[in-house]
């Protein structure tokens, strides 16, 4: 198989309504920041005077500096939603008595908070102060950006000045629910209205509520509600969002609906990996422990019963697995080739899809032909795979497994430099010698370069290794080498990890995450015109802390939630 080359893809919080601020133009999309005042700050008979603006704001880390300089409609957004832009930046209304167009002079403190121009999040140059004039009917609204975390104050103060008088507040800022952080983003990815591509710093999702999960697909990302509320942004070419359709970018969030045309509100947990696979395909468990899945179908091998074994596309969520002999406890997902690895909660592992390529994972199945199979993994002997707890397949060519004993297993037709040294490389499903220490979790990357597959696994002592193709630098051991032998990634107590197709991403149980690899598209998140690859992980500072969950699209743009 020859390298791939990527190719482009083609708010009001309850209180304060911002239909009174803005007139006749009605805000469809839920508001990041919350105003927090009188009910008087929209009337004409002032608390304080002449000119009043809320006393105390409350506004999101980095909101506002994700610019969303492209509202469409077209591309998902709500009807009566503004298509000029101010994303997530803070609203502060303004209002003057006598009611009449009046010009307010405005200033704010705090180093990188600034009032909104139209820009993009590269180059933003702070506004600390202008000029509003109101409507005719003495109400008018600035909105405020807030710094990323580490790049500017965490506060400021606003003041006001017309007719005589002068008003003040104060603007604090919170840590968001959700952010995106930098990799391919044009088309939503950002979940907060923006069609904004090379994002420098964490972008805040367009939030009201805290999240219990958060998953992604290829170049979309999700989101879980802690009521079960399943919605998603991003690219939806295969319906993986689950809403009917398949728009190409989706802007804002939006409620995913099951094959009824019901909302999915009984989500669970992602059940697919947070390492992004090159694959428009999207899995979720509900409630029940039921199976759901959008996106690409083929060669039945989501194991539908009855479904069809052409290439379709599901565009709403549809239960998968029934063809299964077992409840399903994870599956990974494919790159290219129609086969997905399921693991069930026996402890077998199971292939689905097109079994012309199940011997490139493992040599010696009965079945080689046809569509919509379902094969049992087995070893040389013909004896079944068991006692797994994990199977992760990589680049469509390798397969690792981590048995609840703590043994690693391997098979798989990778060239050698790409295999674990001690493997015997013939195809074979075999044991093979684990990191050191016991190991408890397994991750694999499906790479951008075919054949550079990498696997990681996480031991008890919370250290984090991995083994295989680097191209990128994404082993974090400093390097860019590829290795047959199990290499420490340089960060210490490891929580979790997530890969994009040219990046590593490690959640340390501090609640910090750190970044190796390819700085595509600013994948890094901390400012364009930082370095093109970067080997040893570097802890992303434009994060606030104590982040609780990580993932990364296959097209590099990484998700924290808090």
């Known amino acids: 198989m020859a390298d791939e080359t990527r190719s482009d893809e083609k708010f009001t919080k309850r209180g304060l309504s911002r239909r009174t601020i803005v007139g006749a133009t009605a805000w469809a999309v839920p508001a990041i920041a919350a105003v927090v005042a009188s009910p008087a700050a929209a009337v004409s008979v002032l608390p304080g005077g002449p000119v009043y603006i809320p006393p105390v704001l409350t506004g999101v880390v980095g909101g506002g500096w994700s610019i969303a300089t492209k509202f469409d409609a077209g591309k998902g957004l709500p009807s009566g939603t503004l298509r000029s832009a101010t994303a997530t930046a803070t609203a502060v209304p303004i209002t003057v008595s006598p009611a009449k167009a009046t010009n307010v002079t405005m200033t704010i403190s705090g180093t990188g908070f600034s009032f909104f121009r139209v820009g993009d999040n590269v180059g933003f140059s702070a506004i600390q102060s202008m000029t509003v004039t109101t409507a005719a009917n003495g109400v008018g609204v600035v909105y405020v950006a807030i710094p990323p975390a580490g790049v500017g104050a965490s506060s400021a103060v606003i003041t006001a000045v017309a007719n005589g008088s002068t008003a003040t507040a104060t603007l604090a800022a919170r840590t968001g ?21 090379s994002v420098s710093y964490p972008t805040p999702w367009a939030l009201d509520e ?24 991003g690219v939806n070419t295969y319906g993986e969002i689950g809403t009917g ?16 045309g019901s909302p999915f509100t009984d989500a669970a947990r992602f059940v697919a990996s947070q390492s992004g696979a090159d694959q428009g395909l999207v899995i979720v468990q509900d409630t029940a ?50 086969v997905l690895i399921w693991t069930l909660d026996d402890g077998t592992v199971w292939l689905t899809g097109d079994a012309t390529k199940f011997a490139k994972f493992a040599k010696g199945l009965p079945v080689t032909r046809g569509e919509g199979v379902v094969q049992q993994l087995l070893f040389k002997d013909g004896s079944p795979v068991t006692g797994i707890a994990k199977a992760v397949q990589a680049d469509d060519w390798t397969l690792m497994m981590l048995a609840h004993d703590g043994r690693v297993l391997f098979s798989g037709s990778a060239t050698a430099s790409y295999t674990p040294g001690g493997y015997v490389d013939d195809g074979y499903v075999h044991e093979i010698q684990p990191p050191p220490g016991t190991p408890v979790e397994i991750w694999a990357h499906q790479p951008n370069s075919a054949y550079a597959t990498s696997f990681y696994i996480k031991n008890t002592a919370n250290e984090l290794w991995a083994v295989g193709g680097n191209n990128d630098g994404t082993l974090g051991n400093g390097t860019t080498v590829a290795t047959q032998s199990w290499t420490r990634v340089l960060v210490d107590d490891v929580k979790d990890m997530a890969t994009g197709a040219q990046h590593l991403v490690v959640l340390d149980n501090s609640g910090d995450v750190w970044f190796a690899g390819t700085n595509f598209e600013n994948a890094w998140g ?37």
């Open 289 to 338: 422990g039921d199976w759901w899945a959008t996106g690409q179908q083929v060669s039945n091998y989501l194991a539908i019963p009855g479904h069809v074994t052409t290439s379709t596309v599901i565009k709403r969520f549809t239960r998968i697995g029934g063809d299964l002999p077992g409840k399903p406890v994870w599956v990974s997902l494919n790159r290219n080739d129609a």
């Open 526 to 562: 901390m400012g364009s015109g930082g370095p093109t690859k970067v080997t040893t992980p570097v802890k992303i500072t434009t994060l606030p802390p104590n982040a609780k969950a990580i993932a990364s699209t296959w097209m590099d743009a990484t998700i924290v939630r808090y």
């Open 245 to 260: 359709g398949n728009i190409a970018s989706t802007l804002a969030l939006q409620d995913s609906t099951k094959d009824d």
């Open 210 to 233: 805290p999240l219990a999960q958060i998953g992604v697909g290829r170049s979309v990302v999700f989101g879980i509600s802690g009521s079960g509320v399943l919605r998603g942004s």
């Open 177 to 197: 629910y959700a952010y995106t952080v930098g990799g391919r983003s044009a088309q939503g990815q950002t979940a907060n209205g923006a069609s904004l591509g």
